[in-house]
């Protein structure tokens, strides 16, 4: 496997990996006006196809996992693991003391993963996702990069 930064020209394979992972998958113009802002990287996962991709920002001395998605056939195969590690070194690059993201309270994968990376839960968002009708609260994790994981 190997890891490799992601820029607007990769939009529409993130894309494509994206929408393996979710139900309202983002666009290829999506990704690539977030991927051209001020702070924001992306990193994919390959080998002879797209394993997965995460989509990160720092602002000021925080950074943000926007997303992760592995394709469905990658799974449990560390390139979760592997995607968060490289964007936590990133965004520990970029300056940032913390990483956070939220991960819906339905997703004992996803949750998993973030906690085996060295990410708490630090809050709840209410009410954060809409899953076809029924509100699923977003647990808001956080990782700080001062410590020695990841």
Request: glycine share 12%; charged share 20%.
């Amino acid at each position: 496997m190997r890891l490799s930064p992601a820029g607007p020209e990769a939009a529409q394979t993130l894309a494509d990996l994206h929408a393996q992972a979710f139900d309202k998958p983002w666009s290829a113009q999506d990704i690539s006006a977030l991927i051209g802002g001020a702070g924001a990287y992306a990193v994919m996962a390959q080998d002879e196809a797209p394993l997965g991709m995460v989509m990160s920002r720092i602002l000021f001395d925080e950074a943000e996992i926007l997303t992760l998605a592995v394709a469905p056939a990658a799974r449990r195969r560390g390139v979760g693991s592997a995607l968060v590690t490289a964007a936590a070194g990133l965004a520990r690059q970029g300056g940032a003391l913390s990483l956070v993201l939220e991960v819906g309270e339905d997703n004992p994968g996803a949750i998993a993963l973030y906690g085996a990376t060295g990410f708490i839960q630090v809050g709840l968002r209410r009410n954060y996702y809409d899953r076809g009708g029924r509100q699923i609260d977003a647990l808001l994790m956080r990782l700080d990069l001062n410590s020695e994981r990841p």
